[in-house]
């Protein structure tokens, strides 16, 4: 069974700096992979997804990630924070197959300072 | 498509009551998940359904929890009886087709039980 990690609860950067959110997986292949963002009250968005290809992927709103399959990772960066990424990022991971699940990491705080 | 919709958004119910939290999935997405999201928990999976059938449902907490899913524009989750602990939002998801593509989030139902 797959499982994910976001080792980091709450993360406060200043508007401007870069950003980098952890996300470790366990799974026993290549897995699906996925960063979603949620805004206060609202649902989940994707931001960019990991299926295969090209380790570095780009998604909206300036973010990109990158796996890297010898450290079981799959970490979330933005090169400069803007106050509109205060949010809840959450980490995913997919199992190859058909009808299988997606299960969700805990989940990392961004605050970000003036 | 105006996405995955949720019903009702908010819903405060006394324990001991029923409740039923309502999905209508993405037209032509054949995967939905249900989720719960509490601040001790973060987001676990409690069912999903592929081609309208139950796959796993070990996430559901208990017996008081039932999903269903009579056909590939609804299902539903009912808590019976519900218990303050039951208090959470939770999301309804939908995916396109047998691989694990983007999931597409409801707005999601807050259940206060008093």
């Known amino acids: 069974a797959q499982s994910v990690t976001q080792p980091d609860i709450h993360i406060t950067v200043s508007e401007g700096a870069s950003l980098e959110l952890r996300c470790n997986y366990s799974?026993?292949?290549?897995?699906?992979l996925f960063w979603y963002v949620q805004s206060p009250g609202q649902g989940l968005q994707l931001l960019l997804k990991?299926?295969?290809?090209?380790?570095l992927v780009q998604g909206i709103k300036g973010f990109e990630a990158e796996f890297k399959r010898s450290q079981s990772s799959f970490n979330l960066r933005k090169p400069s924070v803007h106050w509109s990424d205060a949010a809840e990022y959450f980490c995913?991971?997919?199992?190859?197959?058909?009808?299988?699940?997606?299960?969700f990491g805990s989940g990392t705080r961004l605050s970000i300072r003036p | 498509d105006a996405g995955v919709i949720q019903s009702p958004r908010h819903e405060v119910t006394e324990m001991g009551q029923e409740v039923t939290l309502r999905c209508k999935p993405i037209?032509?997405?054949?995967?939905l998940f249900w989720y719960r999201q509490t601040m001790m928990r973060g987001l676990e999976l409690l069912i999903y359904?592929?081609?309208?059938?139950?796959?796993?449902d070990s996430g559901m907490p208990e017996d008081r929890f039932s999903a269903k899913m009579p056909n590939a524009s609804f299902s539903t989750l009912k808590i019976q009886p519900s218990e303050p602990r039951d208090s959470a939002v939770y999301f309804c998801?939908?995916?396109?087709?047998?691989?694990?593509?983007?999931?597409?989030f409801g707005q999601g139902t807050r259940l206060t039980v008093v």
């Open positions: 995913a991971v997919g199992a190859r197959g058909s009808a299988s699940k997606i299960i």
């Open positions: 799974y026993g292949a290549t897995p699906y």
């Open positions: 990991y299926f295969s290809g090209d380790t």
């Open positions: 037209s032509g997405h054949n995967s």
């Open positions: 359904f592929n081609n309208n059938v139950p796959i796993d």
């Open positions: 998801a939908s995916i396109k087709g047998q691989m694990n593509t983007e999931a597409f």
